[in-house]
Each structure stands twice: as C-alpha cells, then as structure tokens.
C-alpha cells in the first residue's frame, strides 16, 4: 500500500523567511496530495492540493510542487508569519475521494 | 455554512466498556470518512462511506470497530472491549463525492481516552 514520508519533522523560521516541507509517497498510483494545516486542539484544515496532471499550484503565500516521476511534493510558505506556526500534514490519494494516507507531520514554529 | 461537527468532543471511558462516536458531516455530502490520530502522528484512515455503505474498511484494526451510517448522512463510530491502545483523537471528515474536485473537511474530533 501506499507509504506517505514527510520531513522535516520540526521547522523554525524567523518571521518573513520561507519554509519548506518536502514529502516522498510509494505508490505511483496516487493522483491527488493535499496539505493540512491543524492547530491544537483542532482538526486538519486543507490550505492547498494538487492533483497530477500539474507539476505546481500557487495561492498567495503557499504553493506545492509536484515531481511525479520521483514521487515526491512539496510545500513552500513564503513571508511567513507567526500564525502560520502550526503542524502541517501532506498526504496522497488515488483521487480526492479516496482514503487519504498521511505523511507523520512537519511542526513549524515562526518566531516574531 | 456549518462544518463537520462531531460528538461528544471528549470521552473518556474504562478497559472494557462500549463507546459510541457520532459525526455530522456538511449538508449534502454524500461522502464520510473516519480517521484516527494517535498523538505526535498523522492521521490514519479507518473506513469510508459512500452513502449508507461502506466502500472501504480496509482501515479499521480489528472486529471490535465497526461504524455505521443508516441513512446517509450522520455516522456512528462503535468500540466494543475498548482497549488503553484505542485512546485516541477520532477524527471525521466528509466530501461531496466527486473524485475529479473533491475537499474532505474534518471535523474537530472526539479524544477517546481509555484507563
């Protein structure tokens, strides 16, 4: 089945640089990577997807690259900000109404 | 518009004991799905409803989970003989169903915590 790797596992970054996420998946069969953004205490929340047919997504501060053909994506925040501190998960999927396999999570920290 | 909503929002519970956590996905999506988070980790599937039926429960541990979802719209998550190992935060999550577009949005999640 489908193996879902992500790292770092803890980021800090100071208030306005970037940080990146990067995540490796197993099965060439998965079509869809989403990111989750969770908060203490609360569920996961989608900040961005991508889906194969492109190779890059952008909204406003976030984007995520897709490499299919080393199967593995990534996720770049850019001017970062302190409410950005939080765990983000990737995962992949057949197809967005899939089971969703997780990646074990990336705690950032921004620091004012 | 509302979110997925889950209850209770804690549980705790004895070795032993039946519990029962309920999920109330957005209005008109036809798709559920349950995962379970154990703490510092991601989350991890369980089971997978389209509509009433489960399309796959491939996630589910053993025979002492099963859930349901009677009328296609609220889901029930049953534990039998709960375990300390069964301590957790159940998450659920629901979407349209429509493989090409589709956003599953979570819920907040039940803490299961069994002594």
């Known amino acids: 089945g489908e193996n879902v790797e992500q790292h770092p596992s803890t980021l800090s970054v100071q208030e306005g640089d970037s940080a990146v996420i990067k995540c490796t998946y197993s099965?060439?069969?998965?079509?869809?990577f989403p990111w989750y953004k969770q908060e203490l205490g609360k569920g996961p929340q989608l900040i961005i997807d991508?889906?194969?047919?492109?190779g890059e997504k952008k909204d406003q501060r976030i984007a995520v690259t897709l490499n299919k053909t080393a199967k593995h994506f990534s996720l770049h925040i850019t001017e970062t900000q302190p409410e950005d501190s939080a765990v983000y998960f990737c995962?992949?999927?057949?197809?967005?109404?899939?089971?969703?396999?997780f990646g074990s999570g990336t705690r950032l920290l921004v620091r004012p | 518009g509302a979110g997925v909503s889950q209850t209770p929002s804690n549980k705790v519970t004895e070795k032993g004991k039946y519990v029962e956590l309920r999920c109330d996905p957005i209005s008109g999506h036809t798709a559920l799905y349950w995962y379970r988070q154990s703490l510092g980790q991601g989350p991890e599937f369980l089971i997978y409803f389209q509509g009433t039926g489960a399309a796959d429960d491939s996630g589910l541990p053993n025979d002492r989970f099963f859930a349901v979802r009677p009328e296609g719209s609220v889901s029930t998550l049953k534990i039998q003989r709960t375990e300390r190992g069964d301590s957790a935060v159940y998450l659920c999550?629901?979407?349209?169903?429509?493989?090409?577009?589709?956003?599953?949005?979570f819920g907040p999640g039940t803490r299961l915590t069994v002594l």
């Open positions: 999550a629901s979407s349209l169903g429509d493989r090409d577009t589709d956003t599953q949005y």
């Open positions: 991508i889906r194969s047919n492109v």
């Open positions: 995962a992949a999927s057949m197809d967005s109404s899939y089971k969703l396999i």
């Open positions: 099965d060439s069969a998965s079509n869809y």
